[in-house]
Structure formats: structure tokens, C-alpha cells
């Protein structure tokens, strides 16, 4: 399914200048391995999880909002300075940022459909005491214990667990592209205001997930 996925996707208008191509080998060289890896790891990720116990978790709108953060992320790296080579990185930290949310759900299902209850439509305060009287530890930290568990790169989880102390501009490199994904696809879940204009690097990252989405949608 991962390859039908990027063959489609290199086959798309955007990539498919040179025809038409059945071949995932021809599908990588188009689309280059640092993309491909992206697509593989969110393509594997929302297989694993399209839905689960929580019937009131929306599966498909954190999985939307996980992309559009990656990508957001993905797209502001020049801003905050962090280098081309830990693209792949930086993508990861913003996809898998709110892994916690997704972890409750499958854990503790009536928790978190009291939450979802509680939360909808609120603003940002009122979702964040929700979660205090709700939860028995942050979000954050189940975050930071999931990516323990599946020994992500040492940046992802300090940054994701908001312990980069030594590079602050992953953190706030974070903090921007989450509050982007909020405009682009938004989790209720989260207690965040959203930007008041995503940037056009960010649209335009996002703009490259579109076929792909489309694809898992469908």
C-alpha cells in the first residue's frame, strides 16, 4: 500500500513532468529519499492507527494536524535556523509533537472522551484546566515516554518534551509551526491559539501533502 501510495504520488501533476511511472524505483528518484521517508513513516503511522477505542477521538483530524505541523515545521527551519540536514527531523518532531493525545485515546478511552467533551469549542485556558483536572499527568509527558519507548533521535524528543535547552530554536521553531497547524488543520484537542496568518512557507509545504492526504482519505 506504502508503494502504491508514492507511485501515485511521484505521478501526480507536480512531479510527473517526466510521464507517467509504475515503477517505485523511478517513483523514489522523483521524489527524492528524503521525502520518500517522510511519506513511508506518516503513510505506516496512520495505517497502524486510522481509528481506535475512542469513539469520540477524531483519528483522521490528529492525524491531519500532526502533517500540518511536520510540515509546517518542515517549512519555517530557515527561520529559526536549523540546517537543511535535519529536514527529516524537524518533520518528525512536528508530526509526532501531540503523540500523547493518540496515546490517551488508545489508554484510557473514557478519559479522554470526557475531555473531548468538556473541551470542544473552548478556548485555550478552559481547555487547559480541563486537562489538569482530567488528566493524571500532562499530555506532554505521555508524549515524551511514547517517543522514549520508540527511541526517536535525541532532538525530536527533547524537543517535542520541550527540553532543548541547548537549541531553543527547535522549541520555538515548534511553538510557531503548531499554532500554524491550527489554521491549516485544526485538533480541538489542543490548547492553542492558532496564527493570525500562516506564513507562505508553511501553505506551501502543506500544499505538497495535499495528493497524498487525499490518497489516505480515500
Known sequence: MIAAS?????????????????????????LGMSFVRRVVFVAS???????????????????????ATGAAMRALM?????????????????????IGWLA????????????????R??????????????FP????????????????PDIVLATVAGKAAEQR??????A???RAAQMLAPFDCLAVLPLAEVPPACLKEWQIWQDFLAARRA
Not at 7 to 16: H, T
Not at 108 to 116: T, V
Not at 169 to 174: D, K, S
Open 6 to 30: 508514492l507511485i501515485n504520488y511521484a505521478n501526480a501533476a507536480k512531479f510527473a513532468g517526466g510521464g507517467k511511472t509504475a515503477s517505485i524505483l523511478k517513483a523514489v528518484q522523483r
Open 45 to 67: 503511522m496512520m495505517a497502524r492507527y486510522r481509528q481506535g477505542r475512542c469513539a469520540a477521538f477524531d483519528y483522521g483530524g490528529y492525524w491531519m494536524n500532526g502533517v
Open 137 to 152: 499527568c500532562p499530555i506532554r509527558r505521555v508524549s515524551e515516554r511514547y517517543l522514549e519507548l520508540f527511541a526517536f
Open 78 to 98: 530557515p527561520r529559526f535556523g536549523i540546517a537543511e540536514t535535519m529536514a527529516d527531523d524537524a518533520f518528525a518532531a512536528g508530526l509526532m509533537s501531540s
Open 176 to 178: 510557531h509551526a503548531t
Open 169 to 174: 530554536n527547535w522549541g520555538e521553531c515548534l
Open 121 to 134: 469549542g473552548r478556548d485555550p485556558l478552559a481547555k487547559i484546566r480541563a486537562q489538569r483536572e482530567i
Open 104 to 119: 490517551v485515546a488508545e489508554t484510557y478511552p473514557a478519559l479522554m472522551a470526557d475531555y473531548l467533551g468538556r473541551c
